[in-house]
């Protein structure tokens, strides 16, 4: 494929980091070495919560071999109190931890082993001795709807509720209704890389190794936890193994890395275990959904109603937003969303990949599937006559919106061909089943800025804090620079994962690609216009320029870079700021999966056999690393639909699978040939770029459309996820 720098944005580049990652040369955190060695911290934790530690004993860990500090409550460096300031919010308040003797749920550190090994200090806090006075905790929060309250906000939203049109007067005047409560469970991101970090105090200025998604707000969170001045911290991570949400702030390893670096006086590295994230790192709320549809007799939709409950962890503000693509996916004369929490004392709940859209869609799609059937219009063409012209909740113009396109080349590139009688598709013993649904999500844009240098050898080096958890941000900002300046991709240096460089909004949200890109498109647009005017001070054409190799080349004249650029290069930064984008538009991600599966007739097992997916991501940066995105998100899809769940214990607020043996996620058996189908485009009003996130969008829908086609195959409309096979086999239809 043509790689010149004219037309390399939106090429199938291979990734410019990949030899570092299959050589084993990139540089994740748990790879950080320090001269003189780094010590390693083994994490004890709490057997009950919430409650108060009444018995501590390290004296025999302390004394084991190679031990060389027990921290706990009694000594550990001073923090400030947990969730402080109230102001600050979840990424920058206060995480202290060991910080008293209180309990706050199950899996709390009580103590951290630091040890000259890992083994050591592993075998160190078995020794430790531990006794908690449990008091009354809430686990379960559909147990306790009677403490329910309205949250302060949701994430990704504007408004906790809406209240557009009269809702019961179009509900009971509706000629076809769905009356639906279903239950998601409680999930964990299971990235690749559980959380690790490494600690080294240089007098008052801390630096951290760790993996991390978003760098600025990770800054004022050990600024805040530990009382120091934000210029006296740097974090660096270069590499991520996987986020999905859970590593946008800080954990509790970084804190102890930290605390434990500045207690012993030298470097420390504190790595979760799987079993430890399951309590020390974020996850995903198990949430009741209940909702309320009714269509006229035309099929046209007249009331939608979508409540969502679930648990908010204590003094950690976050509460996940599933009615959030109920608001923006079909027109309706009256929408109500409503979302509830019950605070509770379980590990902090955060977001997880397409927090709100990947729950959201799973229950609304279901719903709206079943009044298409109730009203007797094929699910496709239900969909397609309920398109808005405008925001249904906020009425502002849609600065694009291509899903009846999605939905059209969908349908026909999956031979979709009408919805058939429940149970009549077969194949032998098999049961085949299809469904569809739409995914959505918000597009946003984020403040961001670059740095971006070039030598008198014609190498471009850019910097921002900007992170690659994966996702391939190496390769698209090489892409964007490049072509921006007419240079090879091989004179491209990208920096990125360091709190020095120009802040970002970093991984997450699906709004890194599109912010970080911007500001350094901004910035090269920037370094160009600086070159000109050089240029054009040594008398040489400065609106038509090249850079081959050291040298510069402006219409039929040639000269020397370091001639205009002097010893010391060139530099230039740029910014991009949302206010200057969007021209009040709604903006949104638009996609449609289509599903086919089998149930076994005589056991119930589910199997996906086909899913395809057709995704609107306006300007595409690089089809290979975008397709993979989609493709990942599809395969988290499935996960979510008919596999992953973390069962908690209510009576103790433990959850029970914390491993891969027992959490199960999708692996290559439960994964068919996926089709992943990208729609050309740009969109002029999402930035400069004219790129949407894609990140997260993948997994909207996919989930739904599996649900709809295990109706199909089996009749059984299933009201939990994920769907296993006892939740079909009573109703099976006979062969």
């Not at 103590?111 to 890992?118: K, N, Q, Y």
């Not at 006229?296 to 109603?305: E, V």
């Not at 599109?514 to 050089?534: D, M, P, T, V």
């Not at 433990?654 to 996620?665: L, P």
Request: aromatic letters at 6%; glycine letters at 10%.
């Amino acid at each position: 494929m043509d790689h010149s720098p004219s037309t390399l944005i939106g090429d199938a580049l291979d990734r410019v980091d990949g030899p570092a990652k299959v050589t084993g040369t990139a540089e994740y955190a748990g790879d950080h070495r320090i001269e003189g060695g780094i010590a390693e911290g083994y994490i004890v934790e709490a057997p009950a919560g919430p409650g108060r530690i009444i018995r501590l004993d390290v004296s025999a860990a302390e004394k084991a071999e190679g031990v060389i500090a027990v921290l706990t409550h009694r000594n550990a460096p001073t923090q400030k109190p947990y969730g402080t300031p109230e102001d600050e919010g979840r990424f920058t308040q206060s995480h202290a931890v060991l910080e008293n003797d209180r309990v706050r749920h199950f899996g709390e550190p009580v103590a951290l082993v630091v040890a000259e090994t890992l083994e050591q200090a592993r075998h160190a806090a078995s020794l430790v001795e531990v006794k908690i006075e449990t008091s009354h905790g809430i686990y379960n929060p559909l147990d306790h709807r009677d403490r329910e309250e309205k949250p302060e906000s949701v994430d990704g939203l504007d408004a906790v509720d809406t209240q557009d049109g009269d809702f019961d007067g179009e509900f009971t005047s509706s000629g076809h209704t769905v009356r639906a409560s279903y239950v998601t469970g409680a999930q964990h991101a299971a990235a690749m890389e559980p959380h690790v970090t490494v600690a080294q105090w240089d007098g008052e200025r801390l630096t951290i190794h760790m993996a991390i998604q978003i760098m600025a707000s990770g800054v004022s969170a050990f600024a805040n936890t530990l009382g120091i001045d934000e210029e006296n911290i740097r974090i660096i991570s270069p590499f991520t193994g996987g986020g999905f949400g859970s590593k946008l702030g800080v954990h509790n390893e970084a804190i102890l890395a930290a605390l434990a670096a500045k207690h012993c006086g030298k470097a420390v590295r504190v790595a979760q275990t799987r079993r430890n994230v399951f309590a020390n790192g974020p996850h995903r709320s198990r949430h009741l959904q209940d909702l309320k549809l009714g269509a006229g007799k035309d099929g046209k939709l007249k009331a939608i109603r979508h409540y969502s409950l679930a648990g908010m962890a204590r003094d950690y503000p976050f509460a996940e937003a599933p009615a959030s693509p109920t608001r923006a996916s079909y027109a309706a004369n009256a929408i109500h969303t409503i979302h509830r929490v019950v605070k509770a004392d379980i590990p902090n709940v955060d977001s997880m990949r397409a927090p709100g859209e990947a729950i959201g869609t799973l229950t609304f799609e279901t719903a709206i599937d079943e009044l298409a059937e109730k009203s007797g219009i094929d699910p496709v063409e239900f969909r397609l006559l309920n398109e808005p012209e405008a925001d249904p909740t906020s009425s502002d113009r849609f600065a694009s919106r291509r899903l009846a396109e999605c939905i059209r080349s969908g349908a026909e590139k999956f031979g979709w061909s009408g919805r058939v009688t429940p149970g009549s598709r077969r194949d032998g013993r098999k049961l085949i089943g299809h469904g569809m649904a739409v995914a959505i999500r918000p597009n946003t844009l984020s403040p961001a800025s670059a740095q971006v240098s070039l030598s008198k050898d014609g190498r471009l080096t850019a910097r921002l804090d900007m992170t690659d958890i994966g996702t391939g941000s190496y390769t698209i900002l090489t892409q964007i620079a490049a072509e921006t300046l007419s240079l090879p991709a091989d004179r491209i240096k990208i920096e990125l994962g360091d709190s020095s460089f120009p802040t970002t909004a970093g991984s997450g949200g699906s709004f890194g690609a599109s912010s970080s890109g911007s500001a350094l498109l901004n910035a090269c647009n920037s370094l160009k216009s600086a070159l000109g005017e050089r240029l054009a001070q040594a008398g040489m054409p400065a609106n038509a320029f090249s850079i081959k190799g050291d040298r510069i080349v402006a219409g039929d004249r040639e000269i020397a870079l370091e001639d205009v650029l002097g010893t010391d290069g060139l530099t230039a930064e740029g910014a991009v700021d949302p206010e200057n984008h969007g021209n009040g538009k709604a903006e949104y991600s638009y996609g449609v999966q289509f599903a086919e599966v089998e149930v076994d007739a005589d056991t119930g097992e589910l199997r996906v056999r086909r899913l395809l997916g057709v995704f609107d991501g306006g300007r595409i940066l690089n089809r290979k690393t975008a397709r993979s995105q989609l493709m990942g998100g599809m395969i988290f899809g499935i996960g979510g639909a008919l596999l992953e769940e973390s069962l908690m214990d209510d009576r103790y607020g433990s959850f029970m699978n914390r491993d891969f043996a027992e959490y199960h996620i999708a692996v290559n058996r439960d994964v068919p040939d996926l089709e992943v189908h990208m729609l050309d485009g740009h969109s002029e009003d999402s930035n400069p770029l004219g790129s949407k996130g894609i990140g997260e969008l993948g997994i909207c829908g996919a989930g739904p459309a599996i649900a709809n086609a295990v109706y199909e195959a089996t009749g059984v409309r299933v009201r939990k996820f994920p769907i296993h096979l006892e939740d079909v086999l009573e109703e099976l239809p006979a062969l």
